[in-house]
């Protein structure tokens, strides 16, 4: 079953303040999907001040916003429906490392 169930607050993909882009390959990883309707939830302490957590899709070469419910600036979620496979989970405007944030991507 392709489920990402991760917490960033101890990533060594993200810079010193916890910002950056999570995939297949970084650790903690973002599972690869098999296509279908998903849902993309966070909760936990995502800072109030321009923190965004942005989940993308690869669409030839190239990453692209799933959508703008797919933009989160605090905790919440949206359901989304991709064919692709290789998806990003970027983070910008994160301002602490210590900011536990829960992320779960899993099928509907």
């Known amino acids: 079953m392709d489920v990402t169930n991760i917490n960033i607050a101890s990533s060594g993909a993200l810079d010193g303040n916890g910002n950056g882009v999570l995939n297949a390959t970084t650790t903690p990883k973002i599972s690869p999907l098999k296509g279908g309707t998903y849902c993309f939830l966070a909760s936990g302490a995502i800072p109030a001040s321009g923190c965004t957590l942005t989940l993308q899709h690869k669409v030839g070469a190239n990453y692209i ?5 797919a933009v989160l600036t605090g905790p919440g ?6 064919s692709q496979s290789d998806i990003q989970l970027v983070i910008a405007g994160n301002n602490a490392t210590a900011n536990s944030i829960d992320v779960v991507i899993a099928p509907v």
């Open 77 to 82: 979620g949206c359901v989304f429906t991709t």
């Open 65 to 69: 916003d799933i959508g703008d419910d």
